[in-house]
């Protein structure tokens, strides 16, 4: 069956723009996870949804970072005003589990790779 | 916090079996152990998950003690195409919650 899919693949964006970073996980999955991952670590958890609810948002870094998922399925991470830090691969994943059930099998997409000039 | 500690690499060789010890002293009650394999330009993928005992399916098998401060990935019969960096994942106590925590990995390069 088809995978998590991520879009777009590639960002190239100006420092000051906003960008949205689309997330389309497995159907029938409960939770949706966003990662951020630099070159050489392991990911960095952002924030998660049960369906549409968004459970934990701990771990984005600033306000200018949020994330939604509406109906409980296609994901969207917004971030504004980007800076050039901002640049990183951000990952999602999602899972047939309940993310407070402690159980973390979680099926990846292949990641957006942003690259703030 | 359940932080987990990992050795950084190792090595092995074709038709060897490898043991990938995780440490993980404050797991929650209510916490699996998961672990992932990731190749490089990859997202992770996950392997195998368990709870405690040992969990075995077509890739590898996990063993978990009684007292699951520990666990252990085993891969049956390395091949070239194991090469990767191996991650296990347990909850980590963020803000009220446990959020999934990943460490750094291991390593894990498969010579001819």
């Known amino acids: 069956g088809a995978g998590v899919s991520q879009s777009p693949r590639y960002k190239v964006t100006k420092r000051g723009q906003d960008v949205a970073l689309r997330c389309d996980p497995i159907s029938g999955h409960v939770s949706l996870y966003w990662y951020r991952q630099a070159l050489g670590q392991g990911p960095e958890f952002l924030t998660y949804f049960n369906y549409e609810a968004q459970q934990d948002k701990s771990g984005l870094p600033n306000d200018r970072f949020s994330a939604e998922r509406p109906e409980g399925s296609i994901s969207t991470l917004t971030i504004q005003r980007t800076e050039q830090r901002d640049s990183a691969m951000y990952r999602c994943a999602s899972s047939p589990h309940s993310g407070t059930s402690g159980a973390y099998e979680q099926y990846f997409g292949p990641g957006t790779r942003l690259t703030v000039t | 916090l359940a932080k987990t500690t990992q050795p950084i690499s190792m090595d092995s060789y074709e038709g060897q079996e490898v043991n990938i010890t995780c440490s993980h002293n404050?797991?929650?009650?209510?916490?699996?152990i998961t672990w992932y394999q990731q190749f490089p330009s990859q997202g992770p993928r996950f392997i195998i998950q368990?709870?405690?005992t040992k969990v075995t399916n077509e890739v590898a098998s996990l063993f978990i003690p009684a007292d699951r401060k520990s666990s252990t990935l085993s891969l049956p019969r390395v091949s070239l195409s194991d090469t990767a960096v191996y991650y296990c994942?347990?909850?980590?106590?963020?803000?009220?919650?446990?959020?999934?925590?990943f460490g750094r990995g291991t390593s894990l390069i498969v010579h001819p």
């Open positions: 368990g709870y405690k």
């Open positions: 404050n797991i929650a009650t209510n916490d699996y």
């Open positions: 994942l347990v909850g980590d106590m963020s803000g009220g919650s446990y959020i999934p925590t």
